[in-house]
Each structure stands twice: as C-alpha cells, then as structure tokens.
C-alpha cells in the first residue's frame, strides 16, 4: 500500500453537529464529499448534507420530496414488506427508498480549513420528480466564466445526471437530467478540448459490463454523445466492484490527470488515479495499480458508513493537491497531495 495522503492535522473539517438542518422535525445525519470550487478569494465547499427525521423504537422514517414540499414516511419495522438492511437504501412494498434526503448546502473559508455558512446564499434542493430522493454528490467545473454543477439526481425512476449552472451562487439555471439513468459521478473538463466540452460519468449495470468509467463529448455541456467506455474494475483488486470519477481532471505536461474513487467486493471505497492524452482524453496513458489514498484514519474507518474516502472536490496549487473527501459516508475532512508524486506511481501499459 502506498497511502501518499497527508490528512490535515484538523480533520474532520466538518461533522453532522456543525450545521442546522434545513427544517423542523429532521435531523442531519450524515455530510458527504463536497464539490470544491473558488469564487471571490475563499474555498468554497458544495457539501451533501442527508437528513432525516429522528428515529423512534420500532418505525423506519425517511422523508420524500413531494410537489407540495417534504413528506415523511413511516413504516414499522416488523412489516414483512420491508427490507431495511442496508443503512442507505431501503426496499417496501417492490421500491427502492433512501432512507435520507440530500440537499446540498454552500460553506466557505478563508483558509480551507474553517468552514461556515455565508449569509445571502441558497441551499440547493431537489426541485422536480426526477430529484424527488434528493439532490446529491456535486462536482464543480468552471469553464469560460461559468460555474457548472454536475450532480446525482434521484428519485424511484432512477439516478442520474443533472445540470444547474451559475455564475454567481445566487441565480441558477437548470438544465435538467443530462444523462438519464442509470448514472452518475459525472466531471466535466474545465477546458474544452478540440473545441469540444469533454466529461467522465459512470453509467451502471448489474447484469452485462459493470460499472465503469466512461468520457463523453457535447458541443455545449448539455447535449452528449460519443460515449466510450476508458476505465474498468480489475478483478481481485482494490477496485474490484466499481469505478468512478472524481472532480474535474487536472491539466499537466503529461497529460488529464483524474482521482477516482474504487471500491471492491466488500465496500472498502480507496482512492486512485490515471491519466488521459492531452488532444485526445479518450486515450487512457497510464494508471495506479495501488491506491494513493485508503481509510485508516478512525474517522474514515467508523461511521454511518465506514471504510470510505470518496472524493469529487479539489483546488490545485501548483504541485499541491488538495483534496477535499467524504469519510465514512459522515465527516467532510481534507489532505494534501503532491500531483509530481501521484504521476510517479502511475504505471504506463506496455
């Protein structure tokens, strides 16, 4: 193993108790990796904040997003109807729910490393059917003065892609699903490539292929085509189950540098990395065989969903990487990487 993390001495940077929940009657349970962006000479976090009601002896409650607002579900936790065996996703009645409901909530900081809530700026919620279970693991691109949002839309149809855009975090433009489902962690480039805007996403699949990480081309962000499969799990391996992709890739002399998230068969989510052809990001030039990043840390290890550090935020500068990461699927934490030491490990195909 070849952890080239070097954690902030602070972490975790945030926790459930650091911030209010967005209404009565619902408590936050978890804060999620964040988006990452910067915007008036602070570091701005776009964090998943997941809700849900207080939990009483013998009911599972989780709230739904209806026309007329949030709506709460209750169900008995004896009903011969209920799956509730995994602490994310629960099956009634043939549905799939999740037990909690994700918004997405704007921090910033004068350091990166205390975080607050700036007055003036919206919390981003789910606004159609298709975002009726939340709204949901954010990535940030700025590209041409324009701030694109690319995040994970849920609802009983499906999870997929949507797009808002802004230029000022107070006004926002919606272009609705992108992609339909089944996908997700999708990072558009934040420089057009050829003249074309370029994104990774990671459609799903549970019976042929499975998931993997796929680049699209668009001649405007929204519209995408020219889907090609580039990243595949590896069998036996730290990312043995799935793959996908991180923030928006890096640009360097050798090429789009991407941190990307792999987890195996027991859910141990690591972080990796590989690199793509500066003219053509189709190519796949080289990739880590082991991890950069792995949970060790107590607070990566332990939490309401353990052994994961998942990323999709981060600020560059120069050699150093800072990247933003969920932990245990509850703590928002932060380490520093060296973007010269992370092409080092990557091993070129023969």
């Known amino acids: 193993m070849n952890d080239q993390a070097q954690r902030f001495i602070q972490n975790p940077l945030l926790s459930p108790k650091d911030l209010k929940p967005s209404r009565p009657g619902l408590q936050i349970t978890?804060?999620?990796?964040?988006?990452?962006?910067?915007?008036?000479?602070?570091?701005?976090?776009?964090?998943?904040?997941?809700?849900?009601?207080e939990q009483q002896k013998g009911i599972i409650s989780f709230p739904v997003l209806k026309g007329n607002g949030i709506e709460i579900i209750e169900i008995s936790e004896d009903d011969p109807e209920l799956n509730a065996k995994d602490p994310r996703v629960i099956n009634y009645k043939g549905v799939d729910y999740l037990t909690t409901l994700s918004h997405l909530r704007l921090l910033?900081?004068?350091?990166?490393i205390s975080f607050y809530e700036p007055e003036g700026y919206p919390l981003l919620q789910g606004e159609t059917g298709q975002e009726a279970f939340g709204v949901e693991d954010c990535r940030v691109t700025l590209l041409d003065g324009t701030y694109y949002l690319t995040y994970t839309a849920v609802s009983e149809q499906g999870v997929g892609v949507g797009l808002r855009k802004t230029k000022d975090w107070k006004n926002f433009e919606s272009e609705g699903m992108i992609i339909p489902p089944h996908n997700k962690d999708?990072?558009?480039?934040?420089?057009?490539?050829?003249?074309?805007?370029?994104?990774?996403?990671?459609?799903?699949?549970?019976?042929?292929?499975g998931n993997y990480i796929w680049i699209a081309e668009s001649p405007d962000g929204i519209h995408w085509g020219k889907h090609k499969c580039i990243i595949t799990t590896r069998k036996d391996q730290w990312d043995s189950a799935r793959v996908g992709a991180g923030a928006a890739p890096i640009k360097t002399e050798k090429g789009w540098l991407e941190i990307y998230h792999g987890a195996n068969a027991a859910h141990r989510y690591c972080l990796g990395a590989f690199l793509l052809d500066l003219n053509d990001p189709s190519i796949v030039l080289a990739r880590t065989q082991e991890p950069i990043m792995v949970p060790t840390a107590d607070y990566e290890l332990t939490g309401f969903f353990g052994q994961v550090v998942f990323t999709n935020?981060?600020?560059?500068?120069?050699?150093?990487?800072?990247?933003?990461?969920?932990?245990?699927?509850?703590?928002?934490?932060?380490?520093?990487?060296?973007?010269?030491?992370?092409?080092?490990?990557?091993?070129?195909p023969s």
């Open 186 to 209: 999708c990072a558009i480039f934040e420089e057009k490539v050829n003249g074309k805007f370029y994104a990774l996403h990671r459609p799903s699949s549970v019976d042929i292929g």
């Open 313 to 348: 935020g981060h600020v560059v500068n120069g050699d150093e990487l800072t990247i933003y990461y969920g932990a245990a699927d509850e703590f928002v934490c932060a380490a520093k990487f060296s973007i010269a030491a992370i092409l080092t490990s990557l091993t070129h």
């Open 108 to 112: 910033c900081s004068d350091d990166g």
């Open 30 to 53: 978890c804060l999620l990796n964040p988006g990452v962006f910067t915007f008036e000479g602070k570091t701005w976090l776009l964090v998943r904040v997941a809700e849900r009601p």
